[in-house]
């Protein structure tokens, strides 16, 4: 071997074992790649940052700001929605739809971000069910690895894999190419999560219930003793209210009521507003009020009301991205010091209503309007989002104390969810019938959903996870390098000889196992630009399917089971899931084996010789 390619071997070795080590950051690694190769002379200046023009960095970015905007639009949580309505109290069926669900969601997103989105889903089908959250979170992340086994875009190690055959005149997978791998290993995943995982993980702390900091708007209005005081009301048609707004009838003043909210849909549809001084009642809408028994009884008798049940959970939920909540504190240079609610003209002036105040620990909720307030003084507000988070920027008055946990799950953009549903599916029938190269259907795409407003351009940026496509820049050069310095021949050729007499099902699960076992301590993606190239190579060289060789080193790498740290989509359940590490080994290594057995078996059926 040459004096090169003993350098690029010591390269990818430290570079191999400084991503195992995890001591520095994986993308400050990849640029320390780029600057050995680029200062040593083994590749040229543009060869050592031609990662950073690659079709398949552009395409994962462009990526990204598509799955930013499946967000921001509440497309994803309409889906998380759709899992409990169809789930369920039954915990196999639960778990199944759980499952299912967030493969194909993930097939189009990033899996992270899947994972991250159904995390809360899952724990509130534990707590509202009594199913023991380790037997959901654990099967969660599963199904999250296994999304990136569905389609090309599904995960950034598919595309480096494919890029892989087309340098070498092989061609494509094609966008649905792994779908038939994933679907199988999805079904084979669920049966064994439901059959054998969900007992392995339920065997110790049986109804575990993480604890949390976080609080939500109904712990917000426990702390203030509100929750006993609200009320869902409709106007009937004889009603006085119909046709004046909130300011002319004044509820507050003659009732002592606040009205917080409409619900301005008729029949199975619902359109949700916070109430400002100028919404108008009409004849069928219903309202939200802030009250005592008494206040509400007067109320309803005098104005013609129908008093109405609660919103179901879900509904509830569809009203809390229009209608916002928080908790916020008067400033020390606030100028509302001293000064009473009606003085200052709250409701005008802000565009949020108070609802109680909290005055040296003790709420106060009636007579509002004349309460004198003092520094230190904490106010229970509420109306839209926008409204209230230019409260909290208004720092010379107010201080910001609580954002309650659904304001997480608030779409910035949901009324385009419809419109980012067209584009992601135009984006995929462009990818899968081939008329435009995929990195331009993701850039059309990307585009399109910043045209119809389905993320916001101060997002754009924002949603691109800059490390990761700094890792695969950095990292793509190593593969050029291997390739220029005969080191991935010289692999593929130590792989034949070591290997061939196994046969090509023999190859392939070798194969597997060194991807996968690889992928346990670096990056899903590094172990795709270094092993694919290897693979392609021995399978050329023996004369087999180098497609079945690529495609098990694409499924193998997203194959990481077995770890909590082997990926983020495993990292982010660990501590909600209450997990240790080797509740990770004792189930995901079965089912990597179930893996490797299906991948093998497909690819020789799928890809003969």
Known sequence: MTPQAIFVIGVLATAAALFA?????????????????????????????????????????????????????????RISEMVMRIGGSSETRLLAVLMAVTAGVGAFMSSTAVVALFIPVAITIANRTGINRRTLLMPLAAAGLTSGMMTL??????????EALKERGLGSLGFFGFTPFGIA???????????????????????LNVATDARTVKDLADAYGLDTRVARLRVLPVSPLHDHTVVRMGLRTRYGVVVVGFDKGRGNSHVFIPALLETVFRVGDAFYVVGDEEQIATLCDEMKLERLPRLPEHLARQALQEIGF??????????????????????????VTVLAVRHRGEAEIADLVNTRLDFGDALLVSGSWDRIQRLGRERNDFV?????????????????????????????????SGLVPNVAAAVIAALAM?????????????????????????????????????????????LVHALGPLGEMGMLAIVFIITAALGLFISNT?????????????????????????????IASSAAYATPVSSPVNTIVYEPGGYSFFDFVKVGVPLMALVL?????MAAVIYPQ
């Open 21 to 77: 080590i995890n001591k520095i950051r994986s993308d400050i690694v990849a640029m320390l790649v780029v600057m050995a190769l680029m200062l040593s002379g083994v590749l040229t200046v543009p060869q050592s940052l031609a990662g950073f023009a690659d079709p398949v960095v552009i395409l994962i970015a462009a990526l990204f700001v598509v799955s930013e905007a499946v967000v921001s639009t509440g497309l994803s949580t």
């Open 153 to 162: 875009i599904a995960t950034a190690p598919n595309l480096i894999v494919d």
């Open 185 to 207: 290993i999805l079904v084979v995943a669920i049966a064994y999560m439901l059959l054998v995982g969900r007992r392995l993980l339920a065997a110790k702390d049986k109804g």
């Open 326 to 351: 928080a908790e916020v504190m008067l400033a020390p240079t606030s100028r509302l010091i001293g000064r009473t609610i009606g003085e200052v003209e709250f409701r005008s002036r802000f565009a």
């Open 400 to 432: 910001l104390l609580t954002m309650p946990e659904e304001y997480k799950d608030v779409a910035p953009t949901g009324n385009r969810a419809m419109a980012a549903l067209a584009i992601l599916l135009g984006m995929v029938v462009l990818m899968a």
């Open 450 to 494: 910043l045209a119809c407003g389905c993320v916001k351009l101060d997002a754009v940026y924002r949603s691109i996870n800059w490390p990761t496509l700094v890792l695969i820049a950095g990292v793509l050069p190593l593969a050029t390098a291997l390739t220029a310095t005969g080191v991935s021949a010289h692999l593929a050729e130590v």
């Open 526 to 554: 590094a172990t795709a630009v270094l092993i694919a190239p290897i693979a392609i190579d021995a399978a050329l060289a023996i004369g087999v399917s180098p497609q079945a060789f690529a495609m098990t080193v694409a």
């Open 597 to 601: 057995v299906v991948t093998v078996l």
